[in-house]
């Protein structure tokens, strides 16, 4: 099936960029696409070889620096392996995704040149993974202030209580946890981030059952049993541990919006094909009502604005200029633009976009997922509206 979003690609790009992208499209063909279908019937998540097939390409460190054996690339790279991947799955690409843009990325932004050292030649290489440890059972959206406490010991720090929605939790070896370290302290700066190893003594990691949505990837519920850590654990700032947090989430942001533009790429291009061949009345294709027309239109010129809309940001974050406004503004956006056009996609094609073996309904599902990850759509309308009511500032949460 030819591709509507490399026509829209190609233009923004370096050559060498589109070249590797177009790289990692052909390693989601032959890999993934033939498989997924079988995973999802299987309940299977990624398989662990597939996982070293990622970590041989090179998809766990693309953005780390090249003395720390990473390719050495940007944000935007990893952007466009989120949308040659998520092409095929959200839930494939969000493993290399979240490994590195939710799990690298706040220690190389925050951590001491030791814990750089310890770490990211083993996290480029997908020998380790560390995940995100910020939503709770009790703290979704209210993440600033975590119910996981971290107290002092004599020569470290006592962690207490439970992370749930940790993505990639059951191949992780490290989650990155938020947690509460000053009650009586000014918001914002009340919790601390630490590194934890998941086989440390009091660590929990049980797969949450379930879940609908982003079928092959892996999300976990970890609770800390009174686990202690030293000193060196403290990833960032003691009681500095939101900023941690928020700042990881901007580039983060910046992903689920690539994800939400391959749902929807992947849906034209379905939707195209569709129209063209599916025969109703009179022995004539569905793609001559204009009904049909208006939402391929729609579909084509929000590829188009939204992958422009996106490139364009992700120069400005990896020009360290990027607003979290902005990165809040295109994540709201394009997640519900792509969702609200996949149930139309969904109309075009009918019964048969029931079915798994047609790919559009996995897409459809798994859209929800970006309307609430990393932040809720709704949560977030605050954060995106402050630069409107500056006056007001005040009085905003
Ligand atoms: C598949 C999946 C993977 C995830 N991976 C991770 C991960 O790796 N690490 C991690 O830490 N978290 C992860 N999450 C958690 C995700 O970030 C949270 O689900 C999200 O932050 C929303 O929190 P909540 O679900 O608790 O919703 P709540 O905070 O309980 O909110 C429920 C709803 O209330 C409304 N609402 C809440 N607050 C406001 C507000 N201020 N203004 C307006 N409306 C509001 C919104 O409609 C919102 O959707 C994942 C979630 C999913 C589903």
């Excluded at 050495?72 to 990893?78: C, K, N, T, V």
């Amino acid at each position: 099936m030819a591709r509507r979003m490399d026509e829209y690609l190609k233009p923004l790009l370096e050559e060498e960029r589109f070249d590797f992208y177009r790289a990692i499209c052909d390693f989601g063909e032959r890999e993934i696409a033939p498989n997924l279908l079988r995973w999802e019937r299987g309940h299977e998540l990624v398989p662990t070889s597939s996982i070293s097939a990622m970590g041989e390409l090179g998809l766990f460190g693309l953005t780390v620096e090249e003395e720390f054996g990473g390719q050495g690339g940007s944000h935007i790279d990893l952007v466009l392996m989120g949308l040659a991947l998520g092409y095929y799955s959200q839930s494939v690409a969000i493993t290399p995704g979240a490994a590195t843009s939710l799990g690298t990325k706040p220690l190389q932004l925050f951590g001491t040149p030791d814990q750089k050292k310890a770490h990211l030649a083993d996290l480029a290489a997908g020998r380790r993974m560390f995940v995100f440890g910020l939503s709770e059972p009790g703290r979704g959206s209210d993440a600033a202030n975590p119910q996981v406490t971290a107290s002092r010991t004599a020569d470290g720090w006592r962690i207490k209580g439970e992370k749930c929605w940790s993505t990639n939790a059951r191949w992780a070896s490290h989650v990155v946890v938020h947690a509460l370290t000053d009650p009586a302290g000014r918001p914002g700066h009340r919790s601390t981030c630490f590194i934890v190893p998941m086989d440390a003594t009091g660590v929990h990691y049980g797969e949450m059952e379930g879940k609908q949505v982003w079928l092959q990837s892996s999300t976990g519920s970890i609770a800390f049993d009174d686990v202690l850590v030293p000193d060196t654990a403290v990833l960032g700032e003691v009681n500095e541990g939101f900023k941690v947090m928020v700042t990881t989430l901007n580039g983060g942001r910046l992903f689920i919006a690539a994800l939400s533009m391959a749902s929807l790429a992947f849906g034209l291009d379905k939707c195209r094909d569709y129209a063209q061949e599916r025969i109703q009345f009179d022995e004539k294709p569905i793609g001559r009502f204009q009904r049909v027309q208006d939402v391929l239109l729609d579909m084509d010129i929000a590829v188009e604005q939204g992958l422009t809309w996106l490139m364009h940001l992700l120069r400005r974050y990896d020009a360290e200029a990027l607003a979290r406004e902005s990165a809040a503004k295109v994540k709201i956006e394009l997640s519900r633009r792509s969702s609200d056009l996949l149930t139309q996609a969904m109309e075009i094609c009918g019964g048969v976009a029931c079915l798994d073996e047609f790919g559009l309904i996995r897409h459809h599902r798994d859209m929800f997922v970006c309307r609430v990850g990393e932040g809720s759509n709704f949560a977030l309308k605050s954060l995106a509206t402050r630069p409107l009511l500056s006056r007001i500032g005040d009085l905003l949460q």
